[in-house]
């Protein structure tokens, strides 16, 4: 994931079986010199069905490093991002702050026009083939995205 140097982000982060509730998850920032900023960790906010959000302007180039911890459910991850002077037209930063089911999206996109319905094939499940079940099975007690 590619983040713009001193623009604000958004990062989120789903918690471990989809837990509602939690207050007292937090986030540190890494910067590529190793040293931890805020000094003290970003509480992150709740914005629905066990995902939940905190903003951070990084100020530096370079390959960061999230971590997000929680007590409650012995939440535990870490992530790596990218900070660059430019994001490509296509980068996938824009889509990160993006949520909701994939099955109910019906637009147009850069002049294509698409069901979702017609892209997901025979036999998906959006219980078990959704990215938050996917995301339980490859990394059980939690992702961030």
Same mark, same amino acid.
Request: with cysteine; glycine share 10%.
């Given at each position: 994931?590619?983040?713009?140097?001193?623009?604000?982000?958004?990062?989120?982060? $789903?918690?471990?079986?989809? *837990? @509602?509730?939690?207050?007292?998850?937090?986030? /540190? #920032?890494?910067?590529? +010199?190793?040293? %931890?900023?805020?000094?003290?960790?970003?509480?992150?906010?709740?914005?629905?069905?066990?995902?939940?959000?905190?903003?951070?302007?990084?100020?530096?180039?370079?390959?960061?490093? $999230?971590?997000?911890?929680? *007590? @409650?459910?012995?939440?535990?991850?870490?992530? /790596? #991002?990218?900070?660059? +002077?430019?994001? %490509?037209?296509?980068?996938?930063?824009?889509?990160?702050?993006?949520?909701?089911?994939?099955?109910?999206i019906d637009?147009?996109?850069?002049?294509?026009?698409?069901?979702?319905?017609?892209?997901?094939?025979?036999?998906?499940?959006?219980?078990?083939?959704?990215?938050?079940?996917?995301?339980?099975?490859?990394?059980?007690g939690g992702?961030?995205?």
């Open positions: 994931m590619e983040y713009k140097i001193n623009v604000s982000g958004k990062f989120r982060y $789903l918690a471990l079986n989809s *837990t @509602t509730g939690l207050t007292d998850l937090k986030a /540190t #920032f890494i910067k590529p +010199d190793g040293s %931890e900023v805020p000094v003290s960790p970003v509480i992150l906010s709740e914005v629905g069905n066990g995902l939940y959000e905190c903003s951070y302007t990084p100020d530096v180039l370079g390959e960061w490093t $999230l971590k997000v911890v929680g *007590t @409650t459910t012995n939440d535990k991850a870490i992530k /790596t #991002f990218k900070v660059v +002077d430019k994001l %490509e037209a296509d980068s996938y930063a824009e889509i990160l702050v993006v949520d909701g089911k994939i099955d109910i637009g147009v996109v850069d002049g294509l026009a698409t069901d979702m319905s017609d892209i997901k094939g025979t036999g998906f499940s959006s219980t078990t083939d959704s990215l938050k079940a996917i995301s339980e099975k490859i990394s059980p992702y961030i995205g």
